[in-house]
């Protein structure tokens, strides 16, 4: 498994846990942990405190991180989550494409 196999912005697909087969876009990476944030993945529900913005309280729901293993790239074309193989690109430098498809996910 390659370290970049996926990056901030991309659209994933939970393969695992309570979210399996909801997607959404990377927000940003925790590379150390080995784990991603994922917009609308893993919700958590956080109750919030009174505030000026918020006067009612109320509750928020927010992302928490979720393993990068439970998360696949997801190609638009497959519609599904796939692996990827690194192939590279003189220009480009190193593009990410769908094993199946080749669809490009790096433009
Ligand atoms: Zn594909």
């Not at 939970?14 to 997607?23: E, S, Y």
């Not at 942990?33 to 913005?53: C, D, H, I």
């Not at 109320?58 to 928490?64: D, L, M, R, S």
């Amino acid at each position: 498994m390659s370290i970049a196999r996926i990056k901030k912005n991309d659209t994933v697909i939970a393969v695992a846990g309570v979210d399996c087969g909801k997607k959404g876009k990377v927000l940003y990476m925790q590379p150390a942990k080995q784990r991603v944030l994922v917009e609308g993945l893993n919700l958590r529900k956080k109750a919030l405190r009174k505030s000026e913005e918020n006067p009612q309280g109320g509750i928020a729901e927010k992302e928490n991180s979720i393993a990068i293993s439970n998360v696949m790239l997801f190609c638009p074309k497959c519609d599904k989550g796939v692996k990827i193989t690194n192939e590279h690109d003189e220009a480009k430098g190193a593009l990410r494409k769908c094993r199946v498809c080749s669809h490009s996910f790096d433009g």
